[in-house]
Every structure is written in structure tokens, then in C-alpha cells.
């Protein structure tokens, strides 16, 4: 079975789908890898390494479209996908609730999408978890980010000049990214609260060293899946009056909040950015997905009134060694899974097959996903 991977094509994505590593667990598997020329340049991978562990380079176009399995990283964008044999398997984040677009061509094109962001969060695909392992990094790199563009240590010091007390750092969302945030935060020595809608997150904030700030809004909770319920408008607003104070008191805030399948919501205003002290720093990491900080832009960092707002959509993509090995342990993962020793190859049905069912999003020209079919009928 020919697995192809080719050059991320996002700006700035030092990324790859695939490391020397796990080509070479690949191949142990009976898969034969085949990668553009090229392929880890941008993380100062050379050619060489793929071709020891077992890998061949060729030309894009005529990889493609030998293609059995495409495994990328980044939404492979429609030129990508319009160049494999109907039939292919791709194997990627396709942020299907946003790209629809993205969606209705693979549909159409008959290709078997095996979608990261819809893998379950269950204990057994933990090790399959790409949403996961990406948003942990990305958390560390948030606060590395922030602490980088702070003008204030996170540690208190105590010199012959005075006592520098420490920087107050405050997390909101305490998910995946929010935890490790916290835990960033707290190993440089920052003074860390945290807040998110889910009161069972109360406990794991406290067994980080962090305090949990407690908000009443009302009826709050989590989805069968862990993920969060919306919050009405009126709850949103009562959020805000409540976390205006500690918003104002922190050095740094990190957002981080998500809402599964829908547009992140707006937790931070204008008036409570203002409320900021000259030289805070705020890292929106919701800021590609609609935002949690007024003001945030996607990808750049803007400075209002003496407060720096960081909406870069690719904190993981800063520590692009560490973010590889872990996406390329997933995908390996998820086809070390889905290998089937008779066929010498991986399926993407299996009776019963929990993980296959949930992230094959789309195969023999239907979208299996309600939820996202839902949102396509809405023109997403
Ligand atoms: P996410 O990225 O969807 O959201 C980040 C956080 O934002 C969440 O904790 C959410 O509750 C919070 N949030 C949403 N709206 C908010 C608001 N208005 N104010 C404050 N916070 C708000 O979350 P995630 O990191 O993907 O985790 C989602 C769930 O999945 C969690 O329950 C997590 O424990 C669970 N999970 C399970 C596994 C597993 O079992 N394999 C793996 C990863 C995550």
C-alpha cells in the first residue's frame, strides 16, 4: 500500500505529518512511504534520514496521484486533494465545521477521510488523540510566548534592588492547552489563576499548584463527550462582569476556550482589555477560531492602548520538532490500528470499530458525520 506525504504547504508550517522515526515503524509495518522531495527541509530534516529508515522521493504530482494513503498535517488544501485517484484514504486535520468547502470535495471525489479532529476522546484512542497532543504543545508555547513578549519576570526574585514579586498569570479554558498552560506557567514561577465553565476542572487546577476562580453563571456543564455547552448571551455577559477584576490584576491572560463544532466564544471585551495594566500580554489561542479576546487577530500579534494582544494560530508549530514526533505518533498510531494483516494494507470500516467510525468522515461519497453534514446543509 503506497503511503504519500508531501510538503506542508502552509506559510511558516515547520511541521511534517511523518518524522525518519515512524517512516521507518511504517515500513516495518509492510507499508511502502513515498515523500516529496524535500519533505522535512523546513525542520532541517534531510532527505537522507527518510531514505535510511526506508522512504522514496519523487515529485509531487506523481506521488499524488499514486497515492493509496495521503497522511498530512495542515487541511490539504483542493488542489491536493483534487490530484488522488478516487478511492484514496487521507488521513489529516480537515477542520471540517469551518472548511466545508474541503468536506464536499472529498465527498464528491470518493476519497476516505480519516478526519484527526474527530478521533474520540476516549482512554483507548488517547494515543491517537492529534487534537490533544497539539493543543498540549501549544499551550506550553502560548506561555512561552507570552512570557518572551512580558515586560515583567514570572518568578518573584529578591535582589539587593528590591523584591520583584511574581507575574500573575490567568487561564481561561482549562482543556488540554489550559493545563499545560497552567503548568508552563506555573513551573516559571508565575502566580497562576484559572476559570472555565467546567466545575469538574475545579480539582485539577488545585493539584496544579493554581487557584480555580469561581464565576456563578448559572446552569453550567459539559457534553457526554467532555466538551463544553454553550453559554447563552446573558450568561456570557454575566462571565465577563464577574471576570473583569482578576482579568485587570493579571500580567498575563491566556484564553483557550473552545466550543466543540462552533465559533469560540467572545469571554474577553474591549472594555476589560482596557482594564488591563500598559504592558500586559494577552495569547488568544482561540483567536483562529472566531476569538475569545475583542480585538484578537488570527496569526498577528497587535498592541491596543499598551496591551499586546497574540492571536498566532500556530503555537504548536513553534516547537515544530517536539509537535512532529507527537502528530506522526498518532498517525502511526491510528494505522498500526486500523492495519489489517490479510488485506496487507489499512481498512477504514470495521464492524463495531469505534475510532474508524468516528473520524471516517467521509467514504464512498457520503458524510458519515451528522454533525458536520449538518453544518454543510448550513452553508458552512
Ligand atoms: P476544548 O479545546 O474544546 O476547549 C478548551 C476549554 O475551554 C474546555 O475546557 C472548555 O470547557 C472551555 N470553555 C468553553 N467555553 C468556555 C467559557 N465560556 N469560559 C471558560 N471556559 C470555556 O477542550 P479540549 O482540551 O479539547 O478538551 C475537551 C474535553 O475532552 C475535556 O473534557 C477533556 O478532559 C476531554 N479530553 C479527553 C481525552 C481522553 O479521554 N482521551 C483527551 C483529551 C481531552
Excluded at 513551573?187 to 472555565?196: M, N, Q, S
Excluded at 464492524?351 to 474508524?356: A, F, I, P, S
Amino acid at each position: 500500500m503506497n503511503f504519500v506525504s508531501v510538503r506542508e504547504g502552509a506559510p511558516g508550517e515547520r511541521r511534517v505529518a511523518l518524522t525518519p522515526g515512524v517512516t521507518k515503524r511504517l515500513v516495518g509495518l509492510g507499508a511502502s512511504v513515498h515523500l516529496e522531495t524535500g519533505y522535512g527541509a523546513a525542520l532541517d530534516l534531510a532527505d537522507d534520514l527518510y531514505t535510511e529508515a526506508g522512504a522514496t522521493f519523487g515529485a509531487r504530482d506523481a506521488l499524488l496521484a499514486s497515492a493509496d494513503v495521503l497522511v498530512a498535517l495542515n487541511p490539504p488544501d483542493e488542489a491536493t486533494l483534487s490530484a488522488l485517484p478516487e478511492g484514496a484514504i487521507v488521513m489529516s486535520f480537515l477542520d471540517p465545521f469551518r472548511k466545508g468547502e474541503l468536506v464536499t470535495l472529498a465527498r464528491d471525489r470518493k476519497l476516505s477521510t480519516l478526519v484527526m479532529e474527530l478521533i474520540p476522546r476516549t482512554s483507548y484512542a488517547q494515543k491517537m488523540d492529534a487534537l490533544s497532543s497539539q493543543a498540549s504543545l501549544g499551550g506550553y508555547a502560548a506561555v512561552i510566548t507570552a512570557a518572551d513578549r512580558s515586560p515583567k519576570s514570572f518568578p518573584m526574585m529578591s535582589t539587593p534592588a528590591g523584591t520583584i514579586p511574581p507575574a500573575r498569570v490567568f487561564v481561561v479554558g482549562v482543556g488540554v492547552a489550559g493545563l499545560q498552560a497552567i503548568a508552563t506557567a506555573k513551573r516559571l514561577g508565575a502566580r497562576v489563576e484559572a476559570y472555565d465553565t467546567r466545575p469538574v476542572v475545579a480539582e485539577q487546577v488545585q493539584s496544579l499548584g493554581a487557584k480555580f476562580v469561581e464565576l456563578d453563571v448559572g446552569e453550567t456543564g459539559q457534553t457526554e463527550q467532555g466538551y463544553a455547552k454553550e453559554l447563552t448571551p446573558e450568561q456570557l455577559a454575566e462571565q465577563r462582569r464577574q471576570m473583569a477584576k482578576v482579568v485587570a490584576g493579571a500580567d498575563v491572560v491566556i484564553t483557550t476556550a473552545q466550543l466543540f463544532g462552533r465559533p469560540a466564544p467572545r469571554i474577553v471585551d474591549a472594555d476589560m482589555v482596557a482594564g488591563m495594566k500598559p504592558g500586559s500580554v494577552i495569547v488568544d489561542m482561540a483567536a483562529s477560531t472566531g476569538g475569545n479576546v475583542e480585538g484578537s487577530v488570527s496569526d498577528e500579534e497587535v498592541v491596543v492602548n499598551g496591551i499586546r494582544i497574540i492571536g498566532f494560530a500556530n503555537l504548536p508549530g513553534q516547537v515544530a520538532r517536539d509537535a512532529s514526533e507527537m502528530y506522526a505518533s498518532n498517525v502511526f498510531a491510528l494505522i498500526e490500528h486500523a492495519w489489517d494483516e490479510e488485506q496487507g494494507g489499512m481498512v477504514v470500516e470495521r464492524d463495531g470499530d469505534e475510532v474508524l467510525n468516528g473520524c471516517l468522515l467521509t467514504h464512498g461519497g457520503v458524510v458519515r458525520d451528522e454533525r458536520v453534514a449538518k453544518s454543510l446543509e448550513g452553508g458552512a
